[in-house]
């Protein structure tokens, strides 16, 4: 079937118009089926992974609907609430409402923390018609009466599963209980757990379902590859990979995962130490550090970003041609959203995870929620083939650490990476 192109959905002119100078044609099947609903009116659930396009599937028909009913917002109100996990991917939202409304008048702003809060509360004094904000600073401002909420009309709850992993399940139902009963909520989630499903329940009336990608789907054109080695052969194994990508036409940008913040800390001085440009990335850092250090990976100043699953999601950065599970995550949905940071918009990536004995747990669990193995590279000195075997074997983690065969500790040397294409669809 011929997909609709944009030029066939009932928007106003001036989104038409901003959709032409984007040289945006066809629409996401996110998009596709997102925006005709919200246009009705629709509350909506909406499983999807960050990369399918969901943001211009709900902020056309938002800004479709400012356009057509203008109003005057009362001061410190918002008629639109977006709720993000992260400032990151509210920077992100706030970008494409600016983006896809060049055309229609309209204001917004973000409020997250890590910056002072002087600008958002003037921001927020004449009133908006587009707030997006994180859980955290938004229920301060309300708490010292920066901010009402009782004129909401669209209400968008963004990554609900990674709103929920980062325990900000209690700070959402309360500010679910401050917004007026009738609006049009829509929630997105890359899983639907049944905690979702009942949050969900909460929230929505009679909303449409869409199913965009199921939580088992792995980015396209990805080569996918685990490492059976000792937690101390890590950091030689990453060299050589950096070392690899550094002399790789194209896509030279990396980014490492670590567990912990000081695990990315340690790891980030690691390398810079080794002679590789890198910077870390994660929670603790305030919200200028991490703006420098994304624009100078962006910029490929520090071509290696070490990160904690903070920047998995909503960190859309271009020419990532390699990712490395330098730590598995103990998540395995996690996974999913850490090597989407590379084939971004069809491009081809390396994702490679390093799987230690403590790790083999975290490896089995990864591969039953995208239901197939990762393909095994033993291609390098740091190779434990009984480490291997014994993830082939299903045993469980504890016990004894496996004691190599004779000859089979230690593989070759490097030499490539192998296809692994699993489909899942292209975002903008």
Known sequence: MTPTPFEALPLAAPLHRVLRELNYTVPTPIQAQAIPLLLQGRDLLGCAQ????????????????????????????????????????????????????????????????????????????????????????????????????????????????????????????????????????LFFSATLAPNIVELAR????????????????????????????????????????LRGQAAAVGQKLTIVFSRTKH?????????????????????????????????????????????TDVAARGVDVKDVGLVVNFDLPNEPEAYVHRIGRTARAGADGRAVSFCSEDELEFLREIEKIIRMPIPRWDAHAWHIEALAERHRRGKSVGGEPPKPAPGAQRGGQHHHFGRNRRRSGVGR
């Open 202 to 241: 909460t929230i929505l009336r009679d909303p449409a379902h869409i199913n965009i990608m199921p939580e088992t789907t792995t980015a396209e054109n990805i080569d996918q590859q685990v490492c059976f080695l000792a937690r101390e052969d890590k950091r030689p194994l990453l060299d050589q990979l």
């Open 263 to 307: 695990g990315a800390n340690k790891l980030a001085k690691s390398l810079c130490a080794a002679g590789f440009a890198a910077d870390a990335i994660h929670g603790n850092k305030s919200q200028a550090a991490r703006e420098k250090a994304l624009d100078r990976f962006k910029r490929g100043l520090t071509p290696v970003l070490v990160a």
């Open 50 to 185: 960050t990369g399918t396009g969901k943001t211009a599937g709900f902020a056309l028909p938002i800004l479709q609907a400012l356009h057509l009913h203008p109003r005057q917002v009362r001061p410190r109100s918002c008629r639109t609430l977006v709720l993000a996990p992260t400032r990151e991917l509210a920077g992100q939202v706030g970008k494409s409402f600016a983006t896809y409304g060049k055309h229609v008048n309209f204001r917004h702003t973000l409020v997250y923390g890590g910056v002072g809060q002087v600008p958002q509360v003037n921001a927020m004094r004449g009133g908006v018609e587009v707030l997006v904000a994180t859980p955290g600073r938004l229920l301060d401002l309300i708490d010292q009466r920066h901010i009402d909420l009782s004129q909401v009309e669209f209400f968008v709850l963004d990554e609900v599963d990674r709103m929920l992993d980062m325990g900000f399940l209690r700070d959402v139902k309360r500010i679910v209980a401050m917004l007026p009963a009738k609006r049009q909520s």
